[in-house]
T-cell receptor, first 114, second 111 residues
Framework: GAVVSQHPSRVICKSGTSVKIECRSLDFQATTMFWYRQFPKKSLMLMATSNEGSKATYEQGVEKDKFLINHASLTLSTLTVTSAHPEDSSFYIC??????????FGSGTRLTVV | RKEVEQDPGPFNVPEGATVAFNCTYSNSASQSFFWYRQDCRKEPKLLMSVYSSGNEDGRFTAQLNRASQYISQLIRDSKLSDSATYLCVVNPGGGGNKLVFGAGTILRVKS
């Protein structure tokens, strides 16, 4: 089946620094990647949809300058949390969709900003 | 009103019990429906898609009522390993293949 590899699984960073999260589709081409954020005991909230070779589409209320998304190839999408603050601490998950396998999720990145 | 609403639980049940939980969605144009399972600090994993005619996969049965905008999940003969958070997930349509997640229902199966 389709596999999405997400790295890192956990990261702790200092306030004000930037963190990059990568999602790679290992055995298929992901023209679209969805990025979600999940706070404790809350639902996954869609942050943005990235499309290979074009600008990402951000959901209402998500700052595009703070959460930079790059989808430069059919197998790699990245999310960079810029100038991270403690309130950005969350679980970030990517997901790709294929006609054959439906939605496939990365294993998630737990970000802690101290 | 939230797009997808679920009873957060927790549902505490003994092994072998039958447990049911429900979900409602607000967008009548929603096109597809799923139940996902999420274990603590892990990614969601697809449990089953939900079809209008209802569908069953082993001990798990899902029902969809489009008129009432209501989805249900029934688990028979609960196992300890069924303990997890169950997410009701809806594709609201309108293009883009987005998914909208409920906040989840916590199930705890105890021996």
């Amino acid at each position: 089946g389709a596999v999405v590899s997400q790295h890192p699984s956990r990261v702790i960073c200092k306030s004000g620094t930037s963190v990059k999260i990568e999602c790679r589709s290992l055995d298929f081409q992901a023209t679209t990647m969805f990025w979600y954020r999940q706070f404790p005991k809350k639902s996954l909230m869609l942050m943005a949809t990235s499309n290979e070779g074009s600008k990402a589409t951000y959901e209402q209320g998500v700052e595009k300058d703070k959460f930079l998304i790059n989808h430069a190839s059919l197998t790699l999408s990245t999310l960079t949390v810029t100038s991270a603050h403690p309130e950005d601490s969350s679980f970030y998950i990517c997901s790709a969709r294929t006609d054959t396998y439906g939605y496939t999720f990365g294993s998630g990145t737990r970000l802690t900003v101290v | 009103r939230k797009e997808v609403e679920q009873d957060p639980g927790p549902f505490n049940v003994p092994e072998g019990a039958t447990v049911a939980f429900n979900c409602t969605y607000s967008n009548s144009a929603s096109q597809s429906f799923f139940w996902y399972r999420q274990d603590c600090r892990k990614e969601p994993k697809l449990l089953m898609s939900v079809y209008s005619s209802g569908n069953e996969d082993g001990r798990f049965t899902a029902q969809l009522n489009r008129a009432s905008q209501y989805i249900s999940q029934l688990i028979r003969d609960s196992k300890l390993s069924d303990s997890a958070t169950y997410l009701c997930v809806v594709n609201p349509g309108g293009g883009g293949n987005k998914l909208v997640f409920g906040a989840g229902t916590i199930l705890r199966v105890k021996s």
